[in-house]
């Protein structure tokens, strides 16, 4: 089957510690997404990847870093200096030029005390 | 103000409803515009596009789009507990102009048997 993996489902830090998510896609999509979700907001784009060793940042993307060194990964590391770490993070991929047409993995819950 | 407005809910309806489910926005440059379907602690799941203005309809549900008022609604007919979910609109403009999508805050649904 294909689709975007995720994991841990849930994950627990103390502040202070750098953590990073997993994403994986079997898909074939050049396109590669972070997305992180807060209570009644909606998604806010973190950072994005049109091809393999390329990315950009998005709106929100102070406190994370992100790699892109093979098509089918795309892994995001939270650092200690993002001030508000608590939150669901979605990971999405695409057709490259079908940005519209976004599928999202199944989320990491990150808690961090 | 944000780019994009949708009533956070809850919405409550009964069984067999035709329910409507609102976004409006305010960047003219909006060209994609997308519904998806998200249930507790998953991912989103996208449910249909529409490119510029109309109407586009999918079984039970019909999305449509009114650029001139900077308004689009998604409709479900004969809508069923398994409805029950939280419905994010996202909107972008083309693909060489960013095309990052823009989300709404979701609309949480409650379909009740």
């Known amino acids: 089957d294909g689709g975007i993996t995720q994991s841990p489902k849930y994950l627990f830090r103390k502040e202070g510690q750098n953590v990073t998510l997993s994403c994986e896609q079997n898909?074939?999509?050049?396109?590669m997404y972070w997305y992180r979700q807060d209570p009644g907001q909606g998604l806010r784009l973190i950072y994005y990847?049109?091809?393999?060793?390329?990315?950009q940042k998005g709106d929100i993307a102070e406190g994370y870093s992100v790699s892109r060194e093979k098509k089918e990964s795309f892994p995001l590391t939270v650092t200690s200096a993002q001030k508000n770490p608590t939150a669901f993070y979605l990971c999405a991929s695409s057709i490259s030029g079908t940005h519209y047409e976004q599928y999202f993995g199944p989320g990491t819950r990150l808690t961090v005390t | 103000q944000k780019e994009v407005e949708q009533d956070p809910g809850p919405l409550s309806v009964p069984e067999g409803a035709i329910v409507s489910l609102n976004c409006t926005y305010s960047n003219s440059a909006f060209q994609y515009f997308m519904w998806y379907r998200q249930y507790s602690r998953k991912g989103p799941e996208l449910l249909m596009y529409t490119y510029s203005s109309g109407n586009k309809e999918d079984g039970r549900f019909t999305a449509q789009v009114d650029k001139s008022s900077k308004y689009i609604s998604l409709f479900i007919r004969d809508s069923q507990p398994s409805d029950s979910a939280t419905y994010l609109c996202a909107m972008s403009a083309l693909y060489n102009q960013g095309g990052k999508l823009i989300f709404g805050q979701g609309t949480e649904l409650s379909v009740k048997p």
């Open positions: 898909l074939n999509h050049d396109a």
């Open positions: 990847s049109q091809i393999v060793n390329d990315f």
